[in-house]
């Protein structure tokens, strides 16, 4: 089961609607990945959540922390995440185990192609907090090959 606090939506107030960024956002043919990066406390939480509130888009939040830092960890608690998530969509995510640890890029690639299916296609998941895993370079190694 995954912890509540990992999946938890972040229900900002009342949030003055930053339209040129949600225009930049919209803009162009779907993408697969967008980076919103800035100092802690400069309202990048809100600001996606404020533009996928306004959109009515479906999300899914994942929060990282400590026990993201190992790539079974991480991987256990996303599916889990993503199961639950996948709104009565068949989600038949692989299980990490030992044997992918020398193939992780290439795991996470079907993983996220097999996440890509379980959710719907309006779908976004977010990676909240990443500040509680920046020095995991395996983390950023599997994300640019999910997106790849």
Known sequence: ?????????PRPGPVHPRER????????DPVRLIWVS???????????????????????WYQLDARDLDPAGFFYYLRTALQAGAAGRR???PLFTPEYALGLPAFARN???????????????????????????WLVECLLAATA
């Open 21 to 28: 960024l949600f225009r930049l956002l919209d803009r162009g």
């Open 38 to 60: 800035g100092p802690a406390g400069s309202g990048k939480t809100t600001a996606v959540a404020g533009y996928l509130q306004a959109r009515r888009g479906r999300q899914l």
């Open 1 to 9: 089961m995954v912890p509540p606090a990992k999946i938890t939506v």
């Open 91 to 93: 989600a038949t995510l």
């Open 111 to 137: 993983f996220f192609e097999a996440a890509g299916n379980a959710l719907a296609p309006e779908a976004v998941l977010v990676f909240d907090d990443w500040q509680e895993v920046r020095d995991a370079a």
